[in-house]
């Protein structure tokens, strides 16, 4: 099994739709990630959590909400999806020795 | 406050040839510098990191990286470019005043022509 586990893999949804993108980890890393990335403008920070009880936003968090249910989990939602929402997001964990990411979830919103 | 710019989006070169890909980076604070690739339809994996010490860097995959404190630089190279080395390539910094989150620069496109 992968350390940092997002699913789904690849979703296409409708505009005002709302949609969770799930991520889990067994690294056991307190810190935890949400990113996009677009095409010529790299990773982009979303939202960040340090422990269950302690939520960040990012650089761009707005239309964005997120979850940490337990240090293993982090959600990501998108209360009413728009088109400009597309894009790949990935979902990491920071430990002493780095980070560790996801494989992406490629967000399709029509 | 942290930055990075990758200077050019795309690079093609030939199989066997140099691969140089440009980063420079802005912070405040002694930073931290990674570099990542992104094969297709995967996720991100490290290639070499900076943090103290050696300013030259070896990574897997033949690649290596030299951090210029006076330029402001941390420029991937790989001598003789494989067909396998095309992907996506981020530069990426972090600081312990923005609590080590990583910030990214847009990222460098590799082509590898036979």
């Known amino acids: 099994d992968a350390d940092v586990t997002q699913t789904p893999r690849n979703r296409i949804t409708k505009t005002g739709k709302r949609i969770m993108l799930e991520c889990s980890q067994t690294?056991?890393?307190?810190?935890m990630y949400w990113y996009r990335q677009d095409p010529g403008l790299g990773l982009r920070l979303i939202y960040y959590s340090f422990d269950v009880k302690d939520i960040n936003k990012g650089e761009i968090s707005d239309g964005y909400s997120v979850s940490r249910q337990a240090q293993a989990k982090f959600s990501l939602s998108l209360e009413s999806a728009i088109p400009n929402q597309t894009a790949l997001y990935f979902c990491?964990?920071?430990?002493?020795?780095?980070?560790?990411f996801g494989s992406g979830t490629r967000l399709t919103v029509v | 406050a942290q930055s990075v710019t990758q200077l050019g989006s795309h690079v093609s070169v030939s199989e066997g040839a140099l691969v140089l890909l440009r980063c420079n980076y802005s912070s405040s604070v002694p930073p931290y510098l990674f570099w990542y690739v992104q094969y297709p339809n995967q996720g991100l994996q490290l290639l070499l990191k900076y943090t103290t010490g050696a300013t030259l860097v070896k990574g897997i995959n033949g690649f290596e990286a030299e951090f210029k404190k006076s330029e402001t630089s941390f420029h991937l190279t790989k001598p003789s470019a494989h067909m396998s080395d095309a992907a996506e390539y981020f530069c990426?910094?972090?600081?312990?005043?923005?609590?080590?989150?990583?910030?990214f620069g847009a990222g460098t496109t590799v082509t590898v022509r036979a």
């Open positions: 690294k056991g890393h307190d810190r």
């Open positions: 990491a964990t920071r430990g002493v020795q780095g980070y560790t």
């Open positions: 990426a910094v972090s600081e312990l005043d923005n609590d080590y989150k990583l910030s």
